[in-house]
């Protein structure tokens, strides 16, 4: 199994929701990401995980939280969204630990969220 | 903080045409990678390079990372409607595990 897999592909949510990201992989990768893709812009870093620990947290609104429950999942949990968070997530990983040698990022398809 | 910026933003190319897009970092990097983006899809990962001067070849794409590991370029020869997407560059720090990505070069092949 060489895929990251995220679900839902597509979400709705209203401002006063709350909703949660999945992401799984089996590829037995240490280190894994969410990014945040608007239209047309480069997916932007929000959460890194190595080993089941948050690593780099990029000054992330704390409507979004994180969470890895074992090496193969990685979750976001969303709460009191605004419409301007509506955008491509995208969950990735990658096979070394930080701070090794330099590995290549798998992405998962994205979560594609609207906040109504 | 640590940017990476590319040139062009948009890049539309006659079929068969070559064309080159170019990443430029504000700090030495340890490695860079560059990964392709379809309309609607999701960013694959291309190549990686890590040695100074390095140059490495796909079939019609060949990438290269500058000589002082602060700039990168990749250049697509004979190009096809398949080669459509936006293509990122991204690098990263050393020892880090944060990878910046670029603008990233919006490719539109005329056929």
């Known amino acids: ?116 | 903080g640590q940017q990476v910026m590319q040139i062009p933003q948009y890049q539309h190319v006659q079929e068969g045409e070559d064309f080159t897009t170019y990443c430029n970092s504000s700090t030495t990097l340890s490695n860079i990678q560059w990964y392709k983006q379809r309309p609607g899809g999701h960013p694959v990962f291309l190549i990686q390079l890590v040695k100074s001067g390095e140059v490495k070849k796909q079939k019609r794409l060949t990438f290269q990372f500058g000589e002082a590991k602060k700039n990168s370029s990749l250049h697509i020869t004979a190009t096809q409607t398949t080669d459509v997407g936006t293509y990122f560059c991204a690098g990263r720090k050393a020892a880090g595990n944060k990878l910046t990505f670029g603008g990233g070069t919006r490719v539109l092949v005329k056929p």
């Open chain 1, 1 to 116: 199994d060489t895929e990251v897999t995220q679900t839902p592909k597509h979400l709705v949510m209203g401002m006063t929701n709350k909703k949660s990201l999945k992401c799984e992989q089996h590829m037995g990768h240490r280190a894994m990401y969410w990014y945040k893709q608007k239209a047309k812009k480069p997916p932007e870093l929000m959460f890194v995980y190595s080993y089941e620990k948050l690593s780099i947290n990029e000054s992330v609104p704390s409507r979004f939280s994180p969470e890895c429950p074992n090496s193969s999942l990685l979750n976001l949990h969303l709460h009191a969204l605004q419409p301007e968070d509506s955008a491509l997530y995208l969950c990735a990983s990658s096979p070394k630990p930080p701070g090794t040698a330099v590995t290549e990022a798998f992405f998962g398809q994205g979560t594609r969220l609207t906040v109504v």
